[in-house]
T-cell receptor
Framework: TQLLEQSPQFLSIQEGENLTVYCNSS?????LQWYRQEPGEGPVLLVT?????EVKKLKRLTFQFGDARKDSSLHITAAQPGDTGLYLC????????????FGAGTQVVVTP | NAGVTQTPKFQVLKTGQSMTLQCAQD?????MYWYRQDPGMGLRLIYY???????DKGEVPNGYNVSRLNKREFSLRLESAAPSQTSVYFC?????????????FGPGTRLTVT
């Protein structure tokens, strides 16, 4: 089992501030995904990164995959209340087709 | 296009009762999955189906059975519910995009076993 550790577990910030969420493992992943989950709903895919060192931007969200493909980060610039949610990272092992290993998640709360 | 749908949304069972959670997707995806989500533990894979007619165990299969009825539908059955199965259950389907398997989740079923 490839463990994915997310940090911090909980983050509360004011609107307009920046934040970074981390996802770390000792294992190599063929790809890594970030999902956002709102209360009472299922996770929604935000981005997939597949190449070591890759950086993807989605409006105010920046995702980075580590050079060794063992870790990833999510940075939100000028956070808004609509960014509130549970952020989950999920990695696909190099030998485990389709089966994702999920981190426990980071709960982000952005207050106006 | 409804995506992934799940029924029921909420369920309360007594220990020993049985039930089936239903899942359907209309995106023509080959692969489908069942997860459970518990506080502080993330999503854990119960069973998955790579294609119609095949099913395989995930990380936590004990106490559950599944049926891939056709390409659209994948059901999860609890034969004799236990309090440890109190959880939120999510169904997902997936497609391969740029070499990665991207999963789409249903809204979940909140199950309480007393």
């Amino acid at each position: 089992t490839q463990l994915l550790e997310q940090s911090p577990q909980f983050l509360s910030i004011q609107e307009g501030e920046n934040l970074t969420v981390y996802c770390n493992s000792s294992s190599v992943f063929s790809s890594l995904q970030w999902y956002r989950q709102e209360p009472g709903e299922g996770p929604v895919l935000l981005v997939t990164v597949v190449t070591g060192g890759e950086v993807k931007k989605l409006k105010r969200l920046t995702f980075q995959f580590g050079d060794a493909r063992k870790d990833s980060s999510l940075h939100i610039t000028a956070a808004q209340p609509g960014d509130t949610g549970l952020y989950l990272c999920a990695g696909a092992g190099t030998d485990s087709w389709g089966k994702l290993q999920f981190g426990a998640g980071t709960q982000v709360v952005v207050t106006p | 296009n409804a995506g992934v749908t799940q029924t029921p949304k909420f369920q309360v069972l007594k220990t020993g009762q049985s039930m089936t959670l239903q899942c359907a997707q209309d995106m023509n995806h080959n692969s489908m999955y069942w997860y459970r989500q518990d506080p502080g533990m993330g999503l854990r894979l119960i069973y998955y189906s790579a294609s119609e007619g095949t099913t395989d165990k995930g990380e936590v299969p004990n106490g559950y059975n599944v049926s891939r009825l056709n390409k659209r539908e994948f059901s999860l059955r609890l034969e004799s519910a236990a309090p440890s199965q109190t959880s939120v259950y999510f169904c997902a389907s997936s497609q391969t995009h740029d070499g990665a398997d991207e999963q789409y989740f249903g809204p979940g079923t909140r199950l309480t076993v007393t």
